[in-house]
């Protein structure tokens, strides 16, 4: 079965540290997003990479990093900078030339302990 | 800047009602508009779409009309079941800049109670 997988499901950062949330498809996707969703506020992008070794950043970078080693991957890192991380991270990929269709991961609870 | 607005929620209904979710927009050029659902505790899926206007996307039973002319795209039912509970998101599409993002508006919540 293709699809996003994102894992952990629930990850708590205690104070300072550094977290990674990791997606990974198997849809032959190129290009791959980062979105970020707080209650009432809808999604706000984070990063997108359109094709490997290759990113940009979103509306809210701020406090977070990325990296596209692979067409597969598409890990974010939330830094120590960001000071509210808790929220409900969401990944998400496309095909190139696609109709515009987002297939999206289950997401993953970041919480600060 | 593009934005989308969608009606506040949380919205309750019970089930066999109608329903509809307004959803306007702002954008430069022609985007493409969308609707996405969340089911509980899962990410989005995308419910249905439209590319231009006066177009109609449908599926299970939802509809939107692309309407240029009030920037609108939305949502309707007519007979809602309890297993359409979910948060609607509303999106528009950008490809500005060489690059493809979405704008989402902040969704709304819907409950069917039976």
């Known amino acids: 079965d293709g699809g996003i997988t994102q894992s952990p499901k629930y990850l708590f950062r205690k104070e300072g540290q550094n977290v990674t949330l990791s997606c990974e498809q198997n849809?032959?996707?190129?290009?791959m997003y980062w979105y970020r969703q707080d209650p009432g506020q809808g999604l706000r992008l984070i990063y997108y990479s359109q094709i490997v070794n290759d990113f940009q950043k979103g509306d809210i970078a701020e406090g977070y990093s990325v990296s596209r080693e692979k067409k597969e991957s598409f890990p974010l890192t939330v830094t120590s900078a960001q000071k509210n991380p808790t929220a409900f991270y969401l990944c998400?990929?496309?095909?190139?030339?696609?109709?515009?269709?987002?297939?999206f991961g289950s997401g993953t609870q970041l919480s600060v302990l | 800047g593009n934005s989308v607005t969608q009606m506040e929620g949380p919205v309750t209904l019970s089930e066999e009602a109608f329903l509809t979710i307004n959803c306007t927009y702002t954008?430069?050029?022609?985007?493409?508009l969308f609707w996405y659902v969340q089911y509980p505790g899962e990410g989005l899926q995308l419910l249905l779409k439209?590319?231009?206007?006066?177009d109609k996307g449908s599926n299970k039973g939802f509809e939107a009309t692309y309407r240029k002319e009030t920037t609108s795209f939305h949502l309707e039912k007519g007979s809602v079941q309890v297993s359409d509970s979910a948060v609607y998101f509303c999106a528009l599409s950008d490809s500005g800049a060489g690059s493809y993002q979405l704008t989402f508006g902040k969704g709304t919540k819907l409950s069917v109670i039976p």
């Open positions: 954008a430069t050029g022609y985007p493409s």
């Open positions: 439209a590319t231009k206007a006066d």
């Open positions: 849809l032959n996707h190129d290009a």
């Open positions: 998400a990929s496309r095909a190139s030339g696609e109709d515009e269709k987002l297939f």
